[in-house]
């Protein structure tokens, strides 16, 4: 019981460090750009893009965070626990990292018509899963984001040469992390 305890302070110091690099307001919506090598300059035009679609989230907070950087993978799953991070755009060697099985995003069929499906580029993602023994069950995850490795667009935008695009499961502001995910999903 020592070890847990002492485990969850831990978890929680770290959580207190890395949400309070953040800005101190509130954003209308919270978007990373994840990658192994993350250029600042596609970030800032993924920024500049998303502000102008989406003007109802003229505060949104855009960043990007490469995982080259050490600790960086355990902060972006800390940055997701506390609702940091809304809406996630990876390179497809970064989603099975990050996604825990899935459970870090939200099914698609949760948040869209099937119509609205349909009329998405790129193709569903979903992850393998594990047992507790970390052995392939053969099952896979539900349908949780899409990759755009297609979509000119898109990757000239991320300048990821295969993006993908999600939305976490803690997002707070649903419908916003909806809108930025429906604009990239039909660039």
């Known amino acids: 019981m020592k070890k847990y305890t002492a485990f969850v302070a831990l978890i929680l110091a770290m959580l207190s460090i890395f949400t309070s690099c953040r800005k101190t307001e509130e954003a209308s919506l919270y978007v990373e750009v994840v990658a192994y090598r993350i250029n600042e300059s596609d970030v800032n ?35 997701m626990f506390a609702s940091e991070i809304e809406f996630f755009i990876c390179d497809a060697s970064v989603s099975e990292k990050l996604a825990a099985q899935g459970e870090n995003f939200i099914a698609l069929e949760d948040l869209f018509s099937k119509e609205e499906l349909s009329q998405f580029n790129g193709t569903g993602v979903s992850f393998p899963k594990y047992d507790d023994n970390n052995v392939l069950t053969g099952e896979m995850s539900h349908v949780c984001g899409l990759d755009l490795s297609e979509s000119e667009n898109a990757v000239n935008l991320t300048g990821l040469e295969n993006p993908q695009i999600f939305i976490v499961a803690s997002a707070k502001n649903l419908e916003a992390a909806k809108d930025a995910f429906r604009y990239m999903a039909t660039l």
């Open 45 to 79: 035009n993924v920024a500049a893009e998303l502000k102008k679609a989406l003007p109802n989230c003229p505060d949104m907070d855009v960043s990007g965070i490469s995982l080259d950087d050490p600790g960086a993978g355990f902060q972006i799953v800390v940055l």
